[in-house]
């Protein structure tokens, strides 16, 4: 694929406010283009704010994790399209994956696919009654996104490397969990540098808190943009 590096930093807009995702946006200037959008932002006015940033240029991540009955999984994505976002994700079930295929037939919106949530372990899974680790269920998932047409996964960048194997060459992998060294990990448990996850085959990188809880957040990207740049020439 080719991407300039900053093309592959995603940052993640958990702020409470669209008028904090407004002062983190300018702060950042022309080192970031691509941002997503999640519940919090998302509920609080940020799907219109999503679409000021796609107006100005911006590429946006709708990280919705859609799954509900095939027909209004469907709607919604059509609604998703209609605003311009270039990513949206869903649950990787078959049935919500089927109907966001046909959905986003004929529109620029790519489909990312979480297989499992990385807050789960298999005794997550046992308690939601599935007889799987969370290995192989990954793995299921990850195949049958490949199978029904998915743009691409969200994933660990631990998972990077096996996945990439599994799913068509043209399928992106985004993965969050990064941590530049010498950052704290928060509660990300498995986290991995910018540079390590690109050459373990992450095609995106998201990332949130590096960044906006940094003291100077444009540093901070740049920083993170030059570390993407110098994994690719390795
Ligand atoms: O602040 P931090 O860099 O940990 O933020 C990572 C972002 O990626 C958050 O928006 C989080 O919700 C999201 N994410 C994640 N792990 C996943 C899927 C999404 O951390 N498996």
Do not use: W
Request: aromatic residues 6%; hydrophobic residues 50%; glycine residues 8%.
């Amino acid at each position: 694929m080719t991407l300039d590096a900053r093309e592959r930093l995603i940052v993640a807009l958990d702020v409470a406010s669209v008028e904090e995702a407004q002062a983190l946006v300018r702060r950042l200037g022309t080192a970031v283009c691509f941002y997503k959008i999640g519940y919090q932002l998302g509920f609080a006015g940020g799907l219109d704010f999503a679409q000021a940033l796609i107006e100005a240029g911006n590429q946006v991540f709708i990280d919705m994790k859609l799954h509900d009955i095939g027909h209004t999984v469907a709607r919604g994505v059509e609604s998703i399209a209609r605003l311009g976002a270039t990513f949206l994700t869903v649950h990787a079930y078959p049935q919500t994956m089927h109907a966001a295929v046909d959905a986003r037939a004929g529109t620029k919106l790519r489909l990312l696919a979480v297989t499992v949530l990385t807050s789960y372990d298999d005794a997550d899974l046992a308690a939601s009654g599935y007889d799987f680790t969370v290995p192989e269920l990954v793995a299921e998932r990850a195949a049958q996104a490949r199978d029904i047409g998915i743009d691409g996964l969200v994933c660990a960048a631990e998972e990077a490397t096996r996945l990439r194997a599994l799913v068509r060459p043209s399928m992106v992998l985004v993965t969050p969990g990064i941590r530049p060294a010498g950052a704290a990990s928060g509660d990300q448990k498995r986290v991995m540098t910018p540079a390590a996850a690109i050459r373990a085959g992450a095609d995106y990188l998201v990332v949130g808190r590096p960044i906006v809880a940094a003291p100077d957040p444009k540093a901070a990207a740049d920083a993170i943009v030059a570390e993407i740049a110098s994994a690719h020439h390795n």
